[in-house]
């Protein structure tokens, strides 16, 4: 299935722009869908499709944090997750990308780094999400040497 979408996105950037894009939304939406059905492995092959045809794309490296933080690989979650807060154009991606990065390092048991990305979060989190934030932030800080 990946060769397929991948061939899909080659051909769509040779024939048009418009094309490409409507490629490109195909693969972030099988992508998504794939996240929410918890096919990890699924998500984590066609993330790189994404992130090769634009290195910036938060959204597409959230997608790659989330896969690997779903197949349990902290590292490749780190690295994602910083990498998307790091360019993330919207308060929700930094939100995300923050709260990823604060999971990937508590699952390293890097508490003191899990707790500089949750004070991260805080500053971006909607609302509603403000509670959890403080207590995952609570939580760690108990974790703490």
Do not use: C
Request: hydrophobic share 55%; no cysteine; net charge neutral.
């Amino acid at each position: 299935m990946p060769k397929f979408l991948f061939a899909l996105l080659i051909a769509a950037l040779i024939t048009s722009p418009l094309a490409a894009q409507e490629a490109k939304a195909d693969l972030r939406t099988s992508a998504r869908e794939a996240l929410q059905d918890g096919d990890f492995a699924r998500a984590d092959a066609l993330s790189p499709l994404l992130i090769h045809a634009r290195p910036d794309d938060a959204d597409a490296l959230l997608i790659r944090a989330a896969a690997a933080r779903g197949m349990g690989r902290p590292e490749d979650w780190s690295e994602a997750s910083v990498t998307a807060y790091r360019v993330a154009d919207t308060d929700f991606q930094r939100f995300d990308a923050a709260m990823l990065a604060a999971q990937a390092a508590a699952a390293r048991e890097q508490f003191m780094r899990a707790q500089v990305w949750l004070r991260r979060a805080d500053q971006y989190a909607p609302a509603a999400a403000r509670n959890a934030v403080a207590l995952a932030y609570r939580q760690v800080a108990a974790r703490t040497p």
